[in-house]
């Protein structure tokens, strides 16, 4: 790519190398070069189709200092399957994460089991389009969800819809009305919660006890969690490893507590009495 191409250029371009996609309209080009040039307020850029690649090359024409932006602030990122990698290779020479997944759920796992902490500290960038008409599919929690070019999955995936908070701009379109639809869809519909969530609530004020990697027993109410896995009990007792003889020392009395997620090695929750 000539990172110095004007936009009507580049359009042309694109449009003669793209067969049957030339009839498809960019639209929100000048409001995602807006979006990549404000590279702080993102976790990482997800790109998931060449249609994408196309309109991220778009949106540099109006500033030519994007990618080396990204690059500079140590920026990641995410693409789905190899022919987008290739082509974001070819076109903009950047480097991405997840070529080797294959599909949108695959890379939801890798960032949700690899990226997690860091992804989580502010919105990931998802560039999406959809030139056919059921950008709204049905999502397997009830919830509509638009399409992105390319899979679904990513968005549907309940990990990244639980875990991250991501903006989406359109950039045909067909999505930009799915967007407005979306949101007017989503005020009328009751939250669907998600199975963890559901099992953790029902953990609420039951006697919940830990056993911890130094083989530590923790006892105490459960109250809450946090995004880190650390848990909460009230009225904690505090038991240590019983000694080589078999004997152990009282508990200590911890009171209020928060258990470390990450030395956690099994919990075990009081069946309700009926």
Known sequence: MDRHMDPISALSSMAANAGSDEKFTFVNIKQLSEALLDVHNWSA??????????????????????IDLWIKNNKKVFVVGIKSYEYLKERLEWEAIGSDGGNGDNLAQLMVNEYRDELMAKEVLFPCSESRSDSLPQSPSGLKSVYPFLTDQLIRNEKIRDNYDV???????TTGAALQQLALDRSKTPEVKSPLRLRLESWLNKNMKILMSDGRTLVGIFLCTDRDRNVILGSCLEYLKPNEDGSAEEPRVLGLAMIPGQHIVSIHVDSPSY
Do not use: F, P
């Open 167 to 173: 903006k989406y701009v359109a950039i045909g379109g």
């Open 45 to 66: 850029l997800c790109v998931t189709s060449k249609r994408c690649v196309d309109a991220i090359e778009l949106a540099i024409s109006y500033d030519h200092n994007i």
